[in-house]
Nanobody
């Protein structure tokens, strides 16, 4: 059974940093596309960053490029999202997700991700 457990959320002031973690279990970790998504109240869920765990290639939404970094620790089956220079508009529930393994592309589109964590809240105050 696939399990994705996020942690690391919290409340920070604008300009601050947080690091989110997503611990994965229940499947072969290597060669998967893992993504971070977020959903603010009243808004649709959107892709933030993704990483292909087989080779480490990364993908970012324009809104977070240069501020967020997605990375992985294969030994720990864990994906991270380092968030720097946080802005109030980054406030949202952040979710980790695994793209369906038979899909050959790694993207930030919501469609295609079949396993989700429970989410961790990030709140950025001005």
């Amino acid at each position: 059974q696939v399990q994705l457990v996020e942690s690391g959320g919290g409340s920070v002031q604008a300009g601050g940093s947080l690091r989110l973690s997503c611990a994965a279990s229940g499947y072969t970790y290597s060669s998967n596309c893992m993504g971070w998504f977020r959903q603010a109240p009243g808004k649709e869920r959107e892709g933030v960053a993704a990483i292909y765990t087989g080779g480490g290639r990364t993908y970012y939404a324009d809104s977070v490029k240069g501020r967020f970094t997605i990375s992985q620790d294969n030994a720990k089956n864990t994906v991270y999202l380092q968030m720097n220079s946080l802005k109030p508009e980054d406030t949202a529930m952040y979710y980790c997700a695994r793209r369906r393994p038979w899909l050959t592309t790694c993207t930030l589109t919501l469609n295609g991700y079949g396993d989700w964590g429970q989410g961790t809240q990030v709140t950025v105050s001005s």
